[in-house]
């Protein structure tokens, strides 16, 4: 198989995918002989697309998966989606608006019916977006958090909690958004700092002897308020505490109450409390049985307790109750006041709180035991600093409303006898009250919170509430991979859930991974399109792996990364610099192929055998020092990278390939092996070297895969092989036969020589063709090594004539010097350059920098730029400045060395 002139990432991807899908190389049974290794994806939401955010997820999990299949692992990843209850259903209700419906038009079931038909017609888009991507998901497990089987362990679950009374319906304060009518939890509850005001009102006391003064950010639901708030050891208020004030406008009387929770450094540091529209006032009400007002309705409209208020919208009434209390004497002032408004996390639509009749779970039982895994170490953060953020949140949870007012979700398997009002909680749907036997029954209609059914995916996706072989083997799973922005969300509920139903952590590490930010380091928001990056772009434009490989190289462990176009071309640069290799390689391998009888069978079975991997070692005498070096350095770097990948630092062995390939086998070995290549007195020479070649291209190849599952298959499929896909091929593993730790501490030693004089002689200005005069003084060890390698370094840095010098003392005049791993570089000016010509160019450049500096700093120093131009813009003119003034400062270095 031969490589194309040009790599064209679009008809390779395809092709492979199509060939892996072919063969199930994704799929997996249970093989009990072998070790589990099972990830289970974060399910997208069935109305999604793909995002950066989704593709460094995916990217990052189908590395460790193909990783662990090569290293004969078990290897399970499950996918599938989720039914994203709010999210689908307000998709649907837009469509059927452009049609001049509504839901209730339809009624529930044929409003059930369309979002059904909208999801297999629309539902899917995701899944292909990841499989574009490359995902080695085991597709013929695909999932739903909404079919048969997700469904039957969400009645089962959730019939056990309520057996145990940690389910349980109630009155309280829950957090509503207006706008998509339904409650949402703490959690989605998104909090933005906005700028607002903070309005001094006037309560005067009840018998006629003076005021106290509230200071509030919502006047509005003081017509709610049923007292009025102070702390207990402010001296200022000691003397009021049981008293009791008029509300103004309502003209009702309220007590003051005293409690800790007050901060006495806010405002006045009185407060007024209104249980019925404000979590903390709420649990104040309940210590001190205060009533509860509900002045604000579920349209976010005011209720007739506001009297002349009722109907209005809340910021209305707000407008129109300031102007009211301002003209009868109440209000004594406004200040300016930034505060954190709670907003929902859909529809951006700000929240209201309400006491509604809901659904809620008792967090307290559930989350002690969650801790405690934790805790114990039964399951691992990684990063190790997400912990805390973890434990924080479970040991200050309040208990989780799970109650959604939507039509598309799992409805609570709840029945409410319409005869004696009996409630009935069952795993299916009962014909008859058990208490007074009426069929007149009738099922709560709100839904559960979408994060109730994906609390259980480790668990219902491999088959519970049945007994299967996959829970069995596959439960617990080996690791969950996600966003930090999720770890409330998502992550704490599978544990508590895990725990509750199984008796056991549902995966033993969590890696968290950072969001993909814009350039400039800011969150991508649909408000700012121009910051908006479709991975399918990308993937068009330079093929899947060139996406993955710019996301995994960007990631460290929990940080965020910027998401930067030239990073993109980076490493499409970067697979144009392996397919150029692999191609100069095969053509090689094609030649040394028709040499084999010149070598002798024995010979040619013996590098062959090398090349594939069959044999891991060669006669000493045969290597080179490049040999021995670029060896050893593979096995370092296949030791490191599965090192890497064992603590999940995915981003730096990334990183570690591209360095290995890029620059030690592409830039250095395939260059020192390119006069063995083009002799024509030697053929075994020809045939040693493509073989090392060949091995060291093809394992390297194998240690990219996860990365660069594509290019990967495409090059190994063309280079000698076992096996029939790099996807189910050993992973390479270290080989101390081809260790050279001397070898490897020579080349380093060559390769900053070779460097160095490389840059004297571009910044010379020395034509390429020349050969130049080098004088190297060094230890008397150091020369040794030099002696016998010097013909590297005159090959490799056109080198015409040198000389090894072991006095470090040694000076030469009217030379250029340098000094690289210890040894002093001499290279006399009379042979590098015409020093008259060369000083004038120099000084030429020297005189057009300065000014260009001087241009520079009168623009940074000017108050007008400095102040009035995009902060990136000034960073850009000084990283320009200091670039300058280096580059005068060699410049002028190079001037005396011609003197």
Same mark, same amino acid.
């Given at each position: 198989?031969?490589?194309?002139?040009?790599?064209?990432?679009?008809?390779?991807e395809?092709k492979?995918?199509q060939?892996?899908?072919?063969?199930?190389?994704f799929h997996?049974?249970?093989?009990?002989d072998?070790?589990?290794?099972?990830?289970?994806i974060?399910?997208?939401?069935?109305?999604g697309?793909?995002?950066?955010?989704?593709?460094l997820?995916?990217?990052?999990?189908?590395?460790?998966i193909?990783?662990?299949?090569?290293?004969?692992?078990?290897?399970?990843?499950?996918p599938?989606?989720?039914?994203?209850?709010i999210?689908?259903?307000a998709?649907?209700?837009?469509?059927?608006?452009?049609?001049?419906?509504?839901?209730?038009?339809?009624?529930?079931e044929?409003?059930?019916?369309r979002?059904?038909?909208?999801?297999?017609?629309?539902?899917?888009?995701?899944?292909k977006?990841?499989?574009?991507?490359?995902?080695?998901?085991?597709?013929d497990?695909?999932?739903?958090?909404?079919?048969?089987?997700?469904?039957a362990a969400?009645?089962e679950?959730?019939?056990?909690?309520?057996?145990?009374?940690?389910?349980?319906r109630?009155?309280?304060?829950?957090n509503?958004?207006?706008?998509?009518?339904t409650?949402?939890?703490?959690i989605?509850?998104?909090?933005?700092?906005?700028?607002?005001h903070?309005?001094?009102?006037?309560?005067?006391?009840?018998?006629?002897?003076?005021?106290?003064?509230v200071?509030?950010t919502?006047?509005?639901?003081?017509?709610g308020?049923?007292a009025?708030?102070?702390?207990?050891?402010?001296?200022?208020?000691?003397?009021?505490?049981?008293?009791?004030?008029?509300?103004p406008?309502?003209?009702?009387?309220?007590?003051?109450?005293?409690?800790?929770?007050?901060?006495?450094?806010?405002?006045?540091g009185?407060?007024?409390v209104?249980?019925?529209?404000?979590?903390n006032?709420?649990?104040?009400g309940?210590?001190?049985?205060?009533?509860?007002?509900?002045?604000?309705?579920?349209?976010?409209?005011?209720?007739p307790?506001?009297?002349?208020?009722?109907?209005?919208?809340?910021?209305?009434c707000?407008?129109a109750?300031?102007?009211?209390?301002?003209?009868?004497?109440?209000?004594?002032?406004?200040?300016e006041?930034?505060?954190?408004?709670?907003?929902?996390?859909?529809?951006?639509?700000?929240?209201?709180?309400?006491i509604?009749?809901q659904?809620?779970?008792?967090?307290?039982?559930?989350a002690?035991p969650?801790?405690?895994?934790?805790?114990?170490g039964?399951?691992?953060?990684?990063?190790?600093?997400?912990?805390?953020i973890?434990?924080?949140?479970?040991?200050?949870?309040r208990?989780?409303?799970?109650?959604?007012?939507?039509?598309?979700?799992?409805?609570?398997?709840?029945?409410?006898?319409?005869?004696c009002?009996?409630?009935?909680?069952?795993?299916?749907?009962?014909t008859?009250?058990?208490?007074?036997?009426?069929?007149?029954?009738?099922?709560?209609?709100?839904v559960?919170?979408?994060?109730f059914?994906?609390g259980?995916?480790?668990?219902?996706t491999?088959?519970?509430?049945?007994?299967?072989?996959?829970?069995?083997?596959?439960?617990?799973?080996?690791?969950?991979?996600t966003?930090?922005?999720i770890?409330?969300?998502?992550?704490?509920?599978?544990?508590?859930?895990?725990?509750?139903?199984?008796?056991?952590e549902p995966?033993?590490?969590?890696?968290?991974?950072?969001?993909?930010?814009?350039?400039?380091?800011?969150?991508?928001?649909k408000s700012?399109?121009?910051?908006i990056?479709?991975p399918?772009d990308?993937?068009?434009?330079?093929?899947?792996?060139t996406?993955?490989?710019?996301?995994?190289t960007?990631?460290?462990?929990?940080?965020?990364?910027?998401?930067?176009m030239e990073?993109?071309?980076?490493?499409?640069?970067?697979?144009?610099?392996?397919?150029?290799?692999?191609?100069?390689?095969?053509?090689?391998?094609?030649k040394?192929?028709?040499?084999?009888?010149?070598?002798?069978?024995?010979?040619?079975?013996?590098?062959?055998?090398?090349a594939?991997?069959?044999?891991?070692?060669?006669?000493?005498?045969?290597?080179t020092?490049?040999? $021995?070096?670029?060896?050893?350095?593979?096995?370092?770097v296949? *030791? =490191?990278?599965?090192?890497? +990948? /064992? @603590?999940?630092?995915?981003?730096?062995a990334a990183?570690?390939l591209?360095?290995f390939?890029?620059?030690?086998?592409?830039?250095?070995y395939?260059?020192?092996?390119?006069?063995?290549?083009?002799?024509?007195?030697?053929?075994?020479?020809?045939?040693?070297?493509?073989?090392?070649?060949?091995?060291?291209?093809?394992?390297?190849?194998e240690?990219?895969?996860p990365?660069m599952?594509?290019?990967?298959?495409?090059?190994?499929?063309?280079l000698?092989?076992?096996?029939?896909?790099?996807?189910?091929a050993?992973?390479?593993?270290q080989?101390?036969?081809?260790?050279?730790?001397?070898?490897?501490?020579e080349?380093?030693?060559?390769?900053?020589v070779?460097?160095?004089?490389?840059?004297?002689?571009?910044?010379?200005?020395?034509?390429? $063709?020349?050969?130049?005069?080098?004088?190297?003084v060094?230890? *008397? =060890?150091?020369?040794a090594? +030099? /002696? @016998?390698?010097?013909?590297?370094?005159?090959?490799m840095?056109?080198?015409?004539?040198?000389?090894?010098?072991d006095?470090?003392n040694?000076?030469?005049?009217?030379a250029?010097?340098a000094?690289?791993?210890?040894?002093?570089?001499f290279?006399?000016?009379?042979?590098?350059?015409?020093?008259?010509?060369?000083k004038?160019?120099?000084?030429?450049?020297?005189?057009?920098?300065?000014?260009?500096?001087i241009k520079?700093?009168?623009?940074?120093?000017?108050?007008?730029?400095?102040t009035?131009a995009?902060?990136?813009?000034?960073?850009?003119?000084?990283?320009?400045?200091?670039?300058?003034?280096?580059?005068?400062?060699k410049i002028?270095e190079?001037l005396?060395?011609?003197?």
């Amino acid at each position: 198989m031969s490589l194309s002139t040009v790599y064209n990432p679009q008809s390779v991807e395809e092709k492979w995918y199509q060939f892996w899908l072919d063969k199930k190389y994704f799929h997996a049974e249970v093989e009990k002989d072998k070790k589990p290794y099972c990830i289970v994806i974060p399910p997208p939401n069935v109305t999604g697309v793909l995002h950066l955010g989704h593709a460094l997820d995916n990217t990052l999990q189908d590395v460790l998966i193909r990783w662990r299949r090569m290293q004969g692992y078990n290897a399970l990843w499950m996918p599938g989606t989720d039914h994203a209850g709010i999210a689908t259903q307000a998709r649907v209700e837009e469509s059927l608006a452009r049609e001049g419906l509504s839901k209730h038009d339809l009624g529930r079931e044929k409003f059930l019916e369309r979002v059904w038909s909208w999801k297999e017609q629309y539902g899917g888009t995701i899944i292909k977006q990841l499989k574009r991507m490359g995902a080695s998901c085991d597709w013929d497990r695909e999932r739903f958090t909404m079919d048969q089987g997700c469904s039957a362990a969400v009645r089962e679950i959730f019939i056990k909690l309520y057996e145990k009374g940690l389910i349980y319906r109630g009155s309280y304060l829950i957090n509503w958004c207006p706008k998509c009518h339904t409650t949402i939890s703490d959690i989605e509850v998104e909090h933005e700092d906005r700028a607002g005001h903070l309005w001094h009102i006037r309560y005067p006391f009840a018998d006629g002897g003076g005021f106290i003064e509230v200071a509030t950010t919502r006047p509005e639901t003081m017509l709610g308020d049923t007292a009025v708030a102070v702390h207990p050891e402010d001296e200022r208020y000691k003397n009021v505490i049981g008293k009791a004030v008029i509300l103004p406008i309502i003209g009702r009387k309220i007590p003051i109450i005293a409690d800790a929770y007050v901060d006495m450094n806010f405002g006045t540091g009185a407060v007024k409390v209104t249980p019925a529209h404000d979590i903390n006032d709420f649990e104040m009400g309940m210590r001190h049985n205060l009533p509860q007002i509900t002045v604000i309705d579920f349209d976010a409209k005011m209720t007739p307790d506001t009297g002349k208020y009722a109907g209005m919208d809340r910021y209305e009434c707000r407008t129109a109750l300031v102007l009211e209390l301002e003209q009868q004497g109440y209000l004594m002032g406004v200040e300016e006041h930034n505060h954190a408004v709670g907003q929902c996390y859909r529809c951006d639509t700000i929240i209201e709180p309400l006491i509604s009749k809901q659904w809620f779970v008792k967090m307290k039982p559930l989350a002690e035991p969650a801790i405690k895994a934790v805790i114990d170490g039964k399951i691992e953060f990684v990063p190790e600093r997400f912990t805390k953020i973890y434990l924080g949140w479970l040991e200050n949870i309040r208990d989780w409303c799970i109650s959604r007012q939507l039509w598309w979700g799992h409805r609570i398997p709840v029945w409410y006898c319409e005869d004696c009002r009996e409630v009935i909680a069952a795993r299916t749907e009962p014909t008859v009250c058990p208490k007074c036997g009426s069929k007149k029954l009738e099922q709560d209609s709100d839904v559960l919170d979408t994060w109730f059914s994906s609390g259980l995916w480790p668990f219902s996706t491999l088959g519970w509430p049945q007994e299967t072989a996959e829970l069995k083997h596959f439960y617990p799973t080996s690791v969950l991979v996600t966003g930090r922005d999720i770890i409330f969300f998502w992550v704490a509920r599978m544990i508590f859930m895990g725990l509750e139903s199984q008796n056991e952590e549902p995966f033993k590490k969590v890696l968290i991974h950072g969001l993909v930010l814009d350039k400039y380091g800011k969150k991508m928001s649909k408000s700012r399109p121009e910051t908006i990056v479709d991975p399918q772009d990308i993937i068009n434009q330079f093929g899947a792996d060139t996406l993955r490989f710019t996301l995994a190289t960007g990631t460290a462990l929990g940080q965020d990364q910027r998401f930067q176009m030239e990073k993109v071309e980076g490493s499409r640069n970067f697979t144009n610099k392996i397919w150029n290799a692999a191609r100069f390689v095969l053509m090689h391998y094609e030649k040394a192929k028709t040499e084999g009888d010149l070598v002798g069978d024995l010979h040619s079975s013996m590098l062959n055998s090398f090349a594939i991997g069959e044999n891991n070692v060669l006669p000493s005498e045969w290597l080179t020092l490049p040999d $021995q070096w670029i060896l050893s350095r593979m096995e370092t770097v296949t *030791a =490191e990278v599965t090192r890497l +990948l /064992e @603590r999940f630092d995915l981003g730096a062995a990334a990183s570690l390939l591209y360095d290995f390939l890029w620059s030690e086998y592409c830039d250095w070995y395939i260059e020192f092996s390119k006069p063995r290549l083009y002799q024509e007195e030697n053929s075994l020479e020809r045939m040693i070297a493509q073989s090392i070649l060949t091995r060291v291209l093809r394992q390297t190849m194998e240690l990219m895969h996860p990365f660069m599952p594509f290019l990967t298959e495409e090059i190994w499929q063309a280079l000698p092989h076992e096996g029939e896909s790099i996807m189910i091929a050993k992973w390479p593993t270290q080989n101390g036969k081809l260790q050279f730790s001397t070898a490897e501490n020579e080349m380093e030693t060559i390769i900053e020589v070779v460097r160095t004089i490389r840059n004297i002689r571009a910044e010379a200005n020395v034509q390429p $063709q020349k050969k130049v005069e080098a004088i190297l003084v060094s230890s *008397a =060890e150091k020369k040794a090594a +030099l /002696e @016998r390698n010097i013909q590297y370094i005159s090959s490799m840095a056109g080198v015409g004539s040198s000389q090894l010098v072991d006095d470090e003392n040694f000076k030469v005049e009217k030379a250029i010097s340098a000094v690289a791993a210890g040894i002093t570089i001499f290279m006399p000016v009379a042979g590098l350059v015409d020093a008259v010509k060369e000083k004038e160019r120099l000084s030429k450049e020297l005189s057009q920098l300065e000014g260009e500096i001087i241009k520079i700093i009168a623009r940074i120093e000017s108050p007008a730029f400095s102040t009035k131009a995009p902060p990136q813009v000034v960073a850009k003119e000084r990283e320009k400045l200091a670039a300058f003034q280096e580059k005068a400062a060699k410049i002028k270095e190079r001037l005396e060395q011609l003197n």
